[in-house]
């Protein structure tokens, strides 16, 4: 039986879903496209590394390297996109809040024209507390990796 479209969920994620789920904007917005969602079980996140984003100007003056904690903050980016994705029992608009980044390592630098690959699987998600395995992935080779947990919280108004 099919679900009905009230019901089915995306598989993928485009920028004008992912800017609807999450609060960021450019040029903090890290993730270009949401692919192969398994549920909230795992999912793949894109990002396109161009030569005009604006953290190369400083790291480094010609020599170009996509700075890490970058890479760990659009796997987190794509780990949120998921869990606002999924959110439930929550009655206005959510927020994911990084928790905790544990286990993370940088195995090679991104350059601008590298498409990255964030891969998310889900280790744990109880509730709104969320915790992921992730690895950034540049031409099939692993450029960084960490553990993630979030939690899913109800907008605050200020």
Not at 77 to 97: E, H
Request: net charge neutral.
């Amino acid at each position: 039986m099919k679900e009905s479209s009230a019901e089915a969920r995306p598989d993928t994620l485009e920028a004008a879903d992912i800017m609807r789920l999450l609060p960021h904007r450019y040029p903090f917005l890290l993730v270009d496209r949401v692919i192969d969602m398994d549920g909230d079980r795992s999912a793949t996140g894109i990002k396109t590394v161009t030569a005009n984003e604006p953290y190369f100007q400083g790291h480094f003056s010609g020599n170009p390297i996509m700075p890490g904690v970058l890479l760990i903050e659009g796997m987190a980016q794509t780990a949120g996109a998921l869990c606002v994705s999924f959110a439930q029992d929550i009655k206005g608009a959510p927020l994911v809040y990084f928790m905790a980044i544990d286990k993370a390592r940088f195995r090679r630098p991104v350059f601008p024209g590298d498409i990255i690959f964030y891969h998310l699987e889900k280790m744990r998600g109880r509730g709104a507390i969320w915790r992921f395995r992730a690895q950034a992935v540049v031409n099939g080779t692993r450029v960084a990796e960490a553990e993630i947990s979030a939690v899913v919280v109800e907008e605050e108004r200020r």
